[in-house]
T-cell receptor
Framework: AQTVTQSQPEMSVQEAETVTLSCTYD???????LFWYKQPPSRQMILVIR??????QNATENRFSVNFQKAAKSFSLKISDSQLGDTAMYFC????????????FGKGTLLTVNP | KAGVTQTPRYLIKTRGQQVTLSCSPI?????VSWYQQTPGQGLQFLFE???????NKGNFPGRFSGRQFSNSRSEMNVSTLELGDSALYLC?????????????FGSGTRLTVV
C-alpha cells in the first residue's frame, strides 16, 4: 500500500522569506510520480510542481523547488520569496506508474504567509 | 480553455436521501477521477473513469457510484446519505490518467448531510 506523510500540520513564514514543507512517502513501485498541490480558500486544488521518480534532477517552477531524496523517500517543497498569495493548504501526493490511476495524498500542511 | 467544472457548488441533503454530483472535464480530457475530502480523513480516492469505463475504485461502500458519458462528463451518486458523507467532493481530469502530468481539479461540491 502507498502512504504519504506530511508531519507539519501548520507552518508560518514571513513575506519574502523561504520556507520548506516536508513530505515522506512509501511505495513498492519503481516507476512513480510525486506532486505538490496547493489548495487556497477557493477550494480548487492547483498543481504546484511535479517530480518523476526516475529523474535525478530536482524539479523547479519559478519560486517553487523540490528536494527529492529517492533513497530516503523524501520529497520536500521549498518556497522562496514567499508571497501573501502562497497562503494555502499544501498537499503532497504520490501516483504510481502502474495501472491504478489514483493519487495518494498526505494530510496537508497549512501554510500562512504573514506580512 | 475552460477548467474542470463541478456542479452544484453547494448541496444540503437530508439523511436517507440520494444525491448526484456532476463534473465536466477539460475539453480533450478523457480521464475523470473523484475524491472525497474531509477534515478527519483528508483526501480519499473514490473512483476513476476513462472512456466510460471504471478503471479503479477506492474503498467506499456500494452507496457510492459513478459513471462517465461518451462526452467524458461524469456523475457520481451517493444513495441513502449518512451524516458522515458530509464532505467536499472533488473531481479531477487528465488526458489519459493523470501521470506523468498530474490532474487538474475542479473547485468541488460541498455536500452537507443533515
Amino acid at each position: 500500500a502507498q502512504t504519504v506523510t506530511q508531519s507539519q500540520p501548520e507552518m508560518s513564514v514571513q513575506e519574502a522569506e523561504t520556507v520548506t514543507l516536508s513530505c515522506t512517502y512509501d511505495t513498492s513501485e519503481n516507476n512513480y510520480y510525486l506532486f505538490w498541490y496547493k489548495q487556497p480558500p477557493s477550494r480548487q486544488m492547483i498543481l504546484v510542481i511535479r517530480q518523476e521518480a526516475y529523474k535525478q534532477q530536482n524539479a523547479t517552477e519559478n519560486r517553487f523547488s523540490v528536494n527529492f531524496q529517492k533513497a530516503a523517500k523524501s520529497f520536500s517543497l521549498k518556497i522562496s520569496d514567499s508571497q501573501l498569495g502562497d497562503t494555502a493548504m499544501y498537499f503532497c501526493a504520490l501516483g504510481d506508474g502502474g495501472s491504478n490511476y489514483k493519487l495518494t495524498f498526505g494530510k496537508g500542511t497549512l501554510l500562512t504567509v504573514n506580512p | 480553455k475552460a477548467g474542470v467544472t463541478q456542479t452544484p457548488r453547494y448541496l444540503i441533503k437530508t439523511r436517507g436521501q440520494q444525491v448526484t454530483l456532476s463534473c465536466s472535464p477539460i475539453s480533450g480530457h478523457r480521464s475523470v477521477s473523484w475524491y472525497q475530502q474531509t477534515p478527519g480523513q483528508g483526501l480519499q480516492f473514490l473512483f476513476e473513469y476513462f472512456s466510460e469505463t471504471q478503471r479503479n475504485k477506492g474503498n467506499f461502500p456500494g452507496r457510492f457510484s459513478g459513471r462517465q458519458f461518451s462526452n467524458s462528463r461524469s456523475e457520481m451518486n451517493v444513495s441513502t446519505l449518512e451524516l458522515g458523507d458530509s464532505a467536499l467532493y472533488l473531481c479531477a481530469s487528465s488526458v489519459r490518467g493523470g501521470l506523468p502530468y498530474g490532474y487538474t481539479f475542479g473547485s468541488g461540491t460541498r455536500l452537507t448531510v443533515v
